[in-house]
């Protein structure tokens, strides 16, 4: 078999996900060259990937890899694979001159595991709390499934909306590959449209709110939200240095790059 297939088969056996986000997974983030495995007899029993991505740290761009879909055969844990692998990993990106490995461990265990090999809890979200307003805001907030077919709008909308500096770059395709992803793991897209067009959107699941718009358009977000969830307040990612979480661990293969302030994740509900 090959390993993207031999990949899919592991993934399944390890983690909850439905068939249709596998297969999206497998179609647009997988590439064997990005794809780290141990196999026993010709049976995969440990693989990871390490997905492309740029972080701008103060103005400059630096190369990095996402460690993703990190697991282990239930038959051969506490073996020390994963440690190997991770190990094999970090050297092979180092010769690759990536400068920045970035991962979000799925348990909180996992953060003491991963600081064995460097990494540190650097990568952060910032979350408020806010309640629902007493009373409908100004603008009209639609839930547009239709929106999804005018990525190319809210792409525009994501690059003078989001972080400029110390924050984890998306590509254009990339962004659109989030979007899709958002819809098949039953989020949504709320949408402002002014003048006919779209002029703010937010990321929404049950869980929390990331809002792409101008200061303005934050109380009519918030109120459609609470709304659409039936909540007495939102979970909202913010782009705001104030209630700051930890969501994920950085480790630098360049030892010229120093990090004084957290890296913004923004990684649209990831």
Request: aromatic letters at 14%; one cysteine or more; proline letters at 3%.
């Amino acid at each position: 078999m090959s390993k993207r297939i031999d990949c899919e088969q592991l993934w399944k056996c390890c983690f909850g996900d439905s068939d249709e986000f596998i297969q999206f997974y497998f179609e647009k983030k997988y590439e064997d060259h990005n794809t780290f495995a141990i196999y026993d007899n010709q049976k995969m029993i440990s693989v990871l990937q390490a997905i492309p991505y740029t972080i701008t740290i103060n103005g400059t761009s630096y190369s990095a890899a996402y460690i993703s879909g990190a697991c282990t055969h239930p038959q051969y844990r506490n073996q020390h694979c994963m440690s190997n692998l991770l190990q094999e990993t970090l050297t092979e990106l180092r010769k690759r001159k990536i400068d920045i490995v970035f991962l979000i461990p799925q348990e909180q265990w996992l953060y003491d595991f991963y600081s064995k090999f460097g990494f540190k809890p650097l990568l952060t979200n910032y979350i408020e709390q806010i309640k629902k307003p007493t009373t409908n805001p100004h603008y009209q907030v639609c839930n547009n499934s239709e929106c999804f077919n005018t990525k190319e709008s809210l792409y525009n909308i994501y690059k003078s909306n989001s972080i400029k500096n110390n924050c984890i770059n998306h590509t254009e395709q990339d962004f659109y590959d989030c979007m899709d992803e958002i819809y098949i793991s039953n989020g949504t897209i709320l949408t402002i449209d002014e003048n006919k067009e779209i002029a703010a959107f937010a990321t929404a699941n049950e869980n929390q709110l990331e809002i792409f718009a101008d200061k303005k358009y934050h109380e009519s977000f918030i109120y459609a939200y609470c709304n659409l969830y039936d909540k007495k307040n939102a979970t909202i990612l913010t782009q705001n240095d104030n209630g700051k979480s930890i969501h994920g661990m950085i480790c630098l293969l360049n030892e010229q790059i120093h990090i004084k302030t957290p890296i913004f994740a923004n990684l649209l509900m990831e």
